[in-house]
């Protein structure tokens, strides 16, 4: 398929009339003979075997993206023709060959996830004009990723409009199972079908619609990773627009699944999506999604790095750990792993417009010390008995103490603290790391609360001696602490780069990289070599494909040692076929060689036990 996507102008006044003649009835000046016109162009379009179909849809596309609210073609029965074009690229494939056809399914699923974008009345329509079934065709991958992904994105749209729910809700397990599959191996997917062949060996269709015809290789990988993401991104959509109603969280919660969601992000193509720490703040809202989570540590964990670091969705993972704090059900499976990372945060002001964030994770996190005080209750875990004790001590006792005391009895202490912390420094720069870290401790502890710009100071020079410590956990506390006093709009840039070394310590590549370029912009245009090294390699370790493309080398290095111990004859068999035909046949490899190890084992067993008898 030799050939780019047809361009077209939405200015149809100038239209030349031998081009199409759906645009010649744009230009139809009566209102009344114009709308019949294209009601029964609509109606004739599936029916018809015309190469302009996708000039035509093309055009439509463009209307639907610039003017998604005009009820025009909505009312004149696009729904209904878009599905029978969809309808038809799926069940007839000699047709979808011919011609330009292969394009006419994407662009019939975006016109109506375009429509049915905002306006709940043209979803109420497209699902009466039975739109769900063709989509669903598209979301089982009948065709390919690339119309999966405009299916999943007018399906969300569908399922987002309580209008058009109810239509959706029938389909809801199929929808579920499609959706939770695709968030989990569309990644490797689009590495295996496009982003890891070779520029010869890519759809020329998929190339043209990922670059509108024109770029080069390097355009068309960058676009691939966007849609890739994206394709991601609109499944955890689809299925949040479910969770967010409490329904089919059995099929959404299991364990595999949760686990998959704390390394769905997005990348930096797709910053602003909600990903998957939004689907996992929307179960957290539920009772059934807080009991799954709290059991699995592991995501409780990854909750617990993103609320401490620069990430967009960093206020999603604060607002999900106090949800399960708050649950009385919940709370002592998470407070030992939760409480630690949370007290951090207990002096931050706002984030993302939402205020007195810390006061409030303070008051959560403190609702029931006075039973721990006590030993009504007892924790498993003694760190987070001592970071509560800390924390009840410098937001409660040390606030009234400080209330009370003269303004001498305040400078004496600040100057106290000033001499503690110059000692610091001069075990720090004789190599005394550890004496350093104590007399910086007692600095912070005869510090007043009120001068927050000496503890930004403090909080990061004991950070620093924890990462020459190698103790990643106390640098990133220390840091998370220093930036939280700081504030979200001028952050101590120091802490930054101090905490994104500690993740980059503990293997954490993706919070490494997002405080490494939050570090890089409060940099400006002076951005320091070493950052630049440091960013460039975190780069690498979160890239979309890194794990797609680790999963392709060691197949296609299996598929070498497989093809190395045949024979001459048949390396000349197996050369030239498909990657899947070569694939199937190591699987058949592997059953025999599972079978073998079987046959010898019962074999051994049978003289040992006839050994045995004599």
């Known amino acids: 398929m030799e050939f780019r996507i047809p361009e077209t102008s939405t200015n149809i006044s100038g239209h030349n009339l031998k081009c199409s003649c759906f645009f010649c009835i744009l230009s139809e000046t009566v209102p009344s003979v114009r709308r019949t016109r294209i009601a029964k162009y609509f109606k004739k379009m599936p029916l018809r075997n015309n190469q302009e179909h996708v000039l035509v849809l093309s055009g439509i596309w463009k209307i639907a993206m610039t003017k998604p609210n005009d009820p025009e073609f909505p009312s004149l029965g696009i729904f209904t023709c878009m599905a029978k074009l969809i309808s038809k690229g799926v069940t007839d494939r000699s047709w979808l060959l011919r ?31 039975s739109v769900i ?42 929808i579920i199972e499609a959706a939770t599959k695709i968030s989990s191996t569309c990644l490797d997917k689009v590495y295996d079908d496009f982003v890891g062949l070779k520029k010869t060996e890519r759809l020329k269709y998929h190339r043209n619609l990922l670059t509108r015809g024109f770029g080069g290789f390097e355009l ?54 909600p990903s998957g720490i939004g689907l996992l703040k929307t179960l957290c809202h539920t009772q059934m ?20 670091s620069s990430d967009e969705r960093q206020h999603m993972a604060i607002e999900s750990l106090m949800q399960l704090l708050i649950d009385p059900v919940t709370r ?34 403190l609702h029931d010390y006075h039973k721990i005080k006590i030993r009504e209750l007892s924790l498993s875990s003694e760190r987070t008995r001592r970071r509560l004790e800390e924390l009840w001590d410098m937001k409660v006792e040390r606030v009234k103490r400080e209330e009370l005391m003269s303004v001498q009895e305040i ?31 007692k600095a912070l502890d ?33 840091s998370t602490r220093a930036l939280c006093l700081s504030g979200v709009a001028r952050p101590h840039s120091k802490s930054l780069w101090r905490r994104s070394q500690a993740y980059d310590m503990k293997g954490l590549a993706k919070e490494s990289l997002m405080d490494c370029l939050t570090f890089m912009n409060s940099k400006g245009f002076s951005m320091p070599y070493y950052a630049a090294r440091f960013f460039n390699r975190q780069m690498n370790s979160t890239w979309l494909f890194a794990s797609a493309q680790s999963k392709w080398c060691s197949k296609h290095q299996e598929m070498k040692e497989f093809t190395g111990n045949l024979g001459q004859k048949s390396r000349r068999k197996l050369k030239g076929m498909s990657w899947y035909i070569v694939e199937e046949a190591l699987s058949r490899r592997r059953r025999w060689e599972r079978r073998k190890s079987r046959r010898v084992s019962k074999r051994r067993k049978l003289l040992t036990a006839n050994v045995m008898q004599h």
């Open 99 to 129: 011609h330009q056809n292969i394009y006419i399914p994407y662009y019939a699923a975006h016109i109506i996830g375009s429509y049915t974008m905002t306006k709940p009345k043209f979803a109420k329509k497209a699902v009466k004009s």
């Open 332 to 365: 002592y499976k998470v407070i030992d792993i939760a409480a630690p990372a949370l007290a951090d945060l207990v002096e931050l002001r706002d984030i993302k417009g939402k205020y007195k964030v810390g006061k409030k994770i303070m008051q959560v996190l």
């Open 133 to 174: 079934k063709p989509l669903l065709e598209l979301l089982r991958g009948k065709i390919s990723w690339v119309e999966q992904r405009v299916a999943l994105r007018a399906m969300g749209h569908l399922a987002s409009h309580k209008a058009s729910f109810e239509a959706i809700k029938a389909y809801e397990v199929e």
């Open 289 to 308: 999604g807080r009991e799954s989570i709290a059991n699995l540590q592991e995501v409780v964990e990854s909750l617990c790095h993103v609320s401490r």
């Open 220 to 273: 068309e990988n960058r676009k691939a990773e966007e849609w890739a993401s994206q394709l991601q991104c609109w499944s955890l959509f689809l299925l949040h627009c479910f969770a967010r109603r409490e329904r089919s969280l059995g099929l959404i919660c299991k364990k595999r699944f949760l686990k998959d969601l704390c390394g769905m992000w997005g990348g930096l193509s797709n910053p602003s999506s």
């Open 411 to 441: 400078r004496e202490k600040e100057a106290l603290s000033c001499v503690l912390k110059q000692e610091g420094s001069e075990r720090f720069f004789t190599g005394e790391i550890e004496k350093a870290v104590v007399k910086y401790s």
């Open 446 to 478: 005869l510090c007043p609360l009120k001068l927050r710009k000496e503890r930004i100071v403090l909080h990061g020079n004991r950070a620093q001696c924890y990462l020459l410590l190698k103790d990643a956990e106390g640098a990133i506390s220390d």
